[in-house]
């Protein structure tokens, strides 16, 4: 099953026909289009019942429905088709999605699988990153925007002037709002499954620079930000070495995560606003994805 989300920043009816034709030299395809948030749950879920495979040509938000629909129950292939789609290109897969497919086809010839950890909150899986407070609010920031008549979203350079625009709203400062159980105090929370945690165009933004597919979660909390530490902890950010701040609260590998915020907060899960949450819980689902590469 070739599961395809026509509003996609990177999908068109041509390339929807192109990626089909390549993945069937090597199976036989059948393409459903996703027709409302939360669809794709459905198709997976479908499909792990009725086909050998699932193939996402989509951007983020969809690979994170097909996922909640049927990980760990049948293969999956992922092409890039949103503006970031972090997650393909984190794996490894070429960012052209007709490259990306022949590269699925072949595992899928092949029947090669890799297996991944995936990361869960509050009882929703992801598969790469989340977070509550900045990144959150700027995911949540950027859908409010809506999208353009073709029902595409806004573009990464949005997104990025939409977290800058943030800290400007906040005088560039952001107190201590939330408890990590066991670590402390911090403003904000990046949980990784992998790395990058994202991408800004082009650049890798790594955040937390150890985490990794196979293992646990990862995640760093910064202390209050200020105009004085706002710079060196952007750098240490993008560079993935926020963990050796002694200014920041940082684990690698482990199974789960207790979070506690002073007031109801932002949550959001690879690049989806999951709404307002005073307590969040993440464990590592370790070997829970079988990734066709």
Same mark, same amino acid.
């Given at each position: 099953m070739?599961?395809?989300?026509?509003?996609?920043?990177?999908v068109?009816?041509?390339?929807?026909?192109?990626?089909?034709?390549?993945l069937a030299? &090597?199976a036989?395809?059948?393409?459903?289009?996703? +027709?409302?948030?939360?669809?794709?749950?459905?198709?997976?879920?479908?499909a792990?019942g009725s086909?050998?495979a699932?193939v996402? /040509?989509?951007?983020d938000g969809t690979?994170?429905e097909?996922?909640?629909?049927a990980a760990?129950?049948?293969a999956f292939?992922?092409?890039p088709g949103g503006?970031? =789609?972090v997650?393909?290109r984190?794996?490894g897969l070429?960012?052209?999605?007709v490259?990306?497919?022949?590269?699925?086809?072949e595992?899928l010839?092949a029947q090669?699988?890799?297996?991944i950890?995936l990361g869960r909150?509050?009882?929703?899986?992801?598969? /790469? =990153?989340?977070?509550?407070?900045?990144d959150a609010?700027?995911v949540r920031?950027?859908?409010?925007h809506?999208?353009? &008549?073709?029902g595409? &979203?806004?573009s990464?350079?949005f997104f990025?002037?939409?977290?800058?625009?943030?800290?400007v709203?906040r005088h560039?400062r952001?107190p201590?709002q939330?408890?990590?159980?066991?670590?402390?105090r911090a403003?904000?929370l990046?949980?990784?499954?992998?790395?990058?945690?994202t991408y800004?165009g082009?650049?890798?933004?790594?955040?937390?620079g +150890?985490?990794?597919f196979g293992a646990?979660?990862d995640?760093?909390?910064?202390g209050?930000?200020?105009p004085?530490?706002l710079?060196?902890l952007?750098v240490?950010g993008?560079r993935?070495?926020?963990g050796g701040?002694?200014?920041?609260h940082?684990a690698?590998?482990?199974?789960e995560?207790?979070?506690r915020?002073?007031?109801?907060?932002?949550?959001q899960?690879?690049g989806?606003d999951l709404?307002d949450?005073?307590?969040?819980?993440f464990e590592?689902?370790?070997?829970?994805?079988d990734?066709l590469?």
């Amino acid at each position: 099953m070739l599961i395809v989300n026509p509003f996609s920043t990177g999908v068109t009816r041509q390339r929807v026909a192109e990626v089909t034709a390549v993945l069937a030299r &090597r199976a036989e395809v059948v393409v459903f289009q996703t +027709e409302r948030r939360g669809h794709a749950v459905e198709l997976a879920d479908q499909a792990a019942g009725s086909a050998d495979a699932v193939v996402v /040509f989509s951007g983020d938000g969809t690979y994170n429905e097909a996922i909640n629909g049927a990980a760990g129950r049948i293969a999956f292939g992922f092409l890039p088709g949103g503006g970031a =789609s972090v997650f393909p290109r984190a794996l490894g897969l070429p960012r052209d999605p007709v490259e990306a497919a022949a590269r699925v086809g072949e595992a899928l010839d092949a029947q090669r699988t890799t297996s991944i950890g995936l990361g869960r909150v509050n009882g929703r899986r992801f598969c /790469f =990153s989340a977070g509550i407070g900045l990144d959150a609010e700027a995911v949540r920031r950027v859908e409010e925007h809506g999208r353009d &008549r073709d029902g595409r &979203r806004a573009s990464n350079a949005f997104f990025a002037a939409t977290v800058v625009g943030v800290f400007v709203r906040r005088h560039l400062r952001i107190p201590e709002q939330l408890e990590v159980d066991g670590f402390g105090r911090a403003s904000m929370l990046f949980v990784a499954n992998g790395r990058p945690y994202t991408y800004a165009g082009p650049f890798p933004v790594m955040i937390a620079g +150890e985490a990794d597919f196979g293992a646990g979660l990862d995640f760093v909390a910064p202390g209050e930000v200020s105009p004085r530490s706002l710079p060196g902890l952007a750098v240490r950010g993008i560079r993935g070495t926020l963990g050796g701040d002694p200014r920041v609260h940082a684990a690698h590998d482990i199974d789960e995560l207790h979070v506690r915020c002073d007031r109801p907060l932002p949550l959001q899960a690879d690049g989806e606003d999951l709404g307002d949450v005073v307590e969040a819980h993440f464990e590592a689902e370790r070997n829970a994805l079988d990734v066709l590469l």
